[in-house]
């Protein structure tokens, strides 16, 4: 930007001046740079609301829309201090009788101790104190009868009991297989055990024999089996309803149970059955999330418009304090969706499906039409109810709702004697609302796939407003730069009158 001297010679305010003469282009500059900022609030606020729409799409929505939904089950154990059981959807409504036999076991060895002169051995023990040579061998085999797997340890004498430990640990079998170890200075013994339970992660070790002149190093360590320090790794093993099923943990699948023992135990009774407080949450959910949402929508077009609240200027808001700007700001950003016709179209869609009826049949084989009311969920009354909550929904009997606890509950009662019924008519309902937002968020020219509002226009318009506020920018600066050039010929001339006055001034005076 040029040098700008102004006033010199005239004394005038000239800075001021031409900002008056150009102010209406400097507005002009303001509004596209607010218009902008106003277009960034709304793109904000259509992106948060955008992403409930799809959290609901997605999420509560559709689940609804299939059997699995409604398929809830549950299975009580007689003895739960026994046995937990996991109830699949695939589980079949049932009584049976389940046994305990045998839990699974981890393998475990408690090492003898390992002495050097009449004293126990520790981590910084040489292995050659032990009388232990070179290229001797340490052999672990795993699994149960018949596996030829083991993880093999050469040992050297000139290493420490800490350094064979470490050996120890990163240790492998062929398949892969290695083994916790621990060395306890405070017993100077080895102990071992598998990492999974079960006989395949199971662990051997040769038996000691008595009177062996030539030890092996496997011996002089410790890492031998007395008959009574170690314990050999274990299946699980269960009988239901008469058939015995085996298990390398304590955890079974059959039929659509999971089923974890937890202690040996006989005569537990398994009960698998309808679980309606299942059915009953995924509706109440479905319906919550579909509040929330109404609620958003409702909320942001019943909003005040906020006329009064114009864009603020960076030199406004140097006028005002942080907290005003901010609250200023808020009233705008409020009221940004006000109105939208958008929300108006969604919201309009959403409740026109929510009070269809729908063709259902009864386990009787009765067909019938049904809406909502049908079981007791309804909006509460217009004239009572906040505007932002009229499309909000309650349940009957719902202890949580204030507005309808009181009422008898319909929702339970209908799928506790017909739960085929109740599933006919929600799934209905999730896929016409689950459908209906499809075709609500396709996209066209102006909007993204799975989006409600046109987000490619707001950013086409975005980037008009670049253009726009470039343009209006380049106008102000050229007018300032014209009046700045007429008041510069003005002071020049008046410079020049004024040097030409002193001039005669000096003429005549030196005449006296």
């Known amino acids: 930007m040029p040098i700008r001297i102004t006033g010199m010679n005239s004394g005038l305010d000239t800075e001021s001046i031409i900002t008056a003469l150009t102010q209406s282009k400097k507005d002009k500059v303001n509004t596209y740079t607010g218009d902008q900022k106003k277009l960034t609030w709304k793109q904000d606020k259509w992106k948060e609301l955008n992403k409930k729409v799809n959290n609901f799409y997605n999420n509560a929505l559709d689940k609804m829309r299939f059997g699995s939904a409604y398929v809830k089950k549950i299975t009580t154990a007689s003895n739960a201090n026994a046995v937990t059981v996991v109830t699949g959807d695939s589980a079949m409504n049932a009584m049976q009788t389940l046994d305990i036999d045998k839990l699974a076991k981890a393998a475990y060895l408690t090492g003898e101790k390992v002495q050097v002169g009449g004293k126990n051995a520790t981590l910084q023990t040489k292995l050659s104190e032990l009388d232990i040579g070179k290229g001797e061998e340490l052999e672990f085999k795993i699994g149960g009868a018949g596996s030829n797997d083991s993880i093999k340890v050469s040992v050297d004498e000139n290493e420490t009991i800490e350094s064979l430990l470490n050996k120890l640990r990163k240790a492998k079998s062929e398949s892969g297989v290695s083994l916790d170890f621990n060395f306890d200075e405070g017993n100077g013994r080895f102990y071992v055990s598998s990492k999974e339970m079960g006989e395949d992660a199971s662990f051997e070790v040769e ?247 046109e987000d490619k226009l707001m950013a086409s318009q975005y980037s008009a407003y670049n253009t726009k506020i470039s343009d209006a920018q380049k106008a102000l600066e050229a007018a300032q730069d014209k009046y700045y050039k007429k008041f510069s010929v003005m002071e020049t001339t008046l410079s020049k009158i004024n040097s030409s006055s002193s001039s005669l001034s000096g003429f005549f005076g030196g005449g006296n």
Do not use: C
Not at 210 to 239: H, R, W
Not at 302 to 311: E, G, H, L, S, T
């Open 207 to 453: 038996l000691k024999k008595e009177n062996d002149e030539n030890p092996s190093a496997m011996s002089k360590l410790g890492f031998v089996n007395n008959g009574k320090n170690y314990i050999k790794g274990s299946s699980a093993q269960i009988t239901l309803n008469g058939e015995k099923y085996y298990s390398n943990s304590n955890t079974f699948e059959i039929n659509g149970l999971t089923i974890t023992a937890n202690e040996e135990a006989k005569g537990i009774t398994l009960s698998t059955k309808q679980d309606t407080s299942g059915i009953y949450d995924n509706i109440k959910n479905l319906l919550k999330e579909y509040n929330d949402l109404m609620k958003e929508f409702a909320t942001a077009y019943n909003a005040d418009k906020a006329k009064k609240y114009k864009m603020l200027t960076d030199e406004q808001k140097d006028q005002m304090s942080d907290k005003e700007v901010e609250e200023w700001e808020k009233k705008i950003k409020d009221g940004l969706l006000s109105g939208d016709e958008t929300i108006a179209n969604v919201r309009n869609a959403l409740k026109g499906i929510m009070n269809m009826s729908f063709e259902v049949t009864s386990k009787d084989g009765v067909k019938s039409n049904l809406s909502l009311a049908n079981f007791g969920i309804s909006t509460g009354s217009y004239f009572t109810t906040e505007d932002n909550e009229r499309d909000v929904f309650h349940i009957d009997g719902d202890k949580d709702d204030s507005v309808s606890g009181n009422n008898t509950d319909l929702l339970s009662a209908m799928i506790s004697s017909d739960p085929g019924m109740v599933q006919d008519f929600f799934t209905q309902l999730a896929n016409n609302l689950h459908n209906k937002l499809f075709d609500m968020m396709k996209g066209t020219e102006y909007r993204s796939a799975f989006t409600i509002y």
